[in-house]
T-cell receptor, first 114, second 112 residues
Framework: ETGVTQTPRHLVMGMTNKKSLKCEQHLGHNAMYWYKQSAKKPLELMFVYSLEERVENNSVPSRFSPECPNSSHLFLHLHTLQPEDSALYLC?????????????FGEGSWLTVV | GENVEQHPSTLSVQEGDSAVIKCTYSDSASNYFPWYKQELGKRPQLIIDIRSNVGEKKDQRIAVTLNKTAKHFSLHITETQPEDSAVYFCAARGYSGYALNFGKGTSLLVTP
């Protein structure tokens, strides 16, 4: 199943680095999401894009910057992160936000901040 | 936004027994309640969902019940098998248009 693909799968970065996570969905959906998964908060919504416009932003620190250039691609730009930002970052997509149905997750990008 | 509480956080059953996981939600206008299964190192995957106009839904060994009055819904797994071992997440989506909000997960262990 390759509906939602994420790269890289693993990333180690220093606190002063700038990196990006990439997500691509092949399902023809029109909404995409970033979730953060950690031991403290298992599935925490970060951002939602519908038809390439950001519709939700759950008080995420500005060191996380999303970008959605088209309905198939979603990025999460990372800069000056903190060790507590180490987590699994899951991308997801769905059709017809907000009344649509299932959201489909990618395999995630494991981020370690050192 | 929606607040979803999930219990228990861990559950251990013997193979063949039933497992029940319960969730409550806060937004009475919530209308969609999916359940996701996440195996170790893998993505969460939808296993069953229910909408607010239905009280119960079943798919083979898995069933979900919804009590709108009490604002809770439950996942029932019968005849559990070791491959059912995983973390299960409930979720709810409010009518106001928020994306899915998830419970904290239940780690289910099925021992042979």
């Amino acid at each position: 199943e390759t509906g939602v693909t994420q790269t890289p799968r693993h990333l180690v970065m220093g606190m002063t680095n700038k990196k990006s996570l990439k997500c691509e969905q092949h399902l023809g959906h029109n909404a995409m999401y970033w979730y953060k998964q950690s031991a403290k908060k298992p599935l925490e919504l970060m951002f939602v894009y519908s038809l390439e416009e950001r519709v939700e932003n759950n008080s995420v620190p500005s060191r996380f910057s999303p970008e959605c250039p088209n309905s198939s691609h979603l990025f999460l730009h990372l800069h000056t992160l903190q060790p507590e930002d180490s987590a699994l970052y899951l991308c997801a997509s769905s059709q017809d936000y907000p009344t649509g149905n299932t959201i489909y997750f990618g395999e995630g990008s494991w981020l370690t901040v050192v | 936004g929606e607040n979803v509480e999930q219990h228990p956080s861990t559950l251990s059953v013997q193979e063949g027994d039933s497992a029940v996981i319960k969730c409550t939600y806060s937004d009475s206008a919530s209308n969609y309640f999916p359940w996701y299964k996440q195996e170790l190192g893998k993505r969460p995957q939808l296993i069953i969902d229910i909408r607010s106009n239905v009280g119960e839904k079943k798919d083979q060994r898995i069933a979900v019940t919804l009590n709108k009055t009490a604002k809770h819904f439950s996942l029932h797994i019968t005849e559990t098998q070791p491959e059912d071992s995983a973390v299960y997440f409930c979720a709810a989506r409010g009518y106001s248009g928020y994306a899915l909000n998830f419970g904290k997960g239940t780690s289910l262990l099925v021992t042979p």
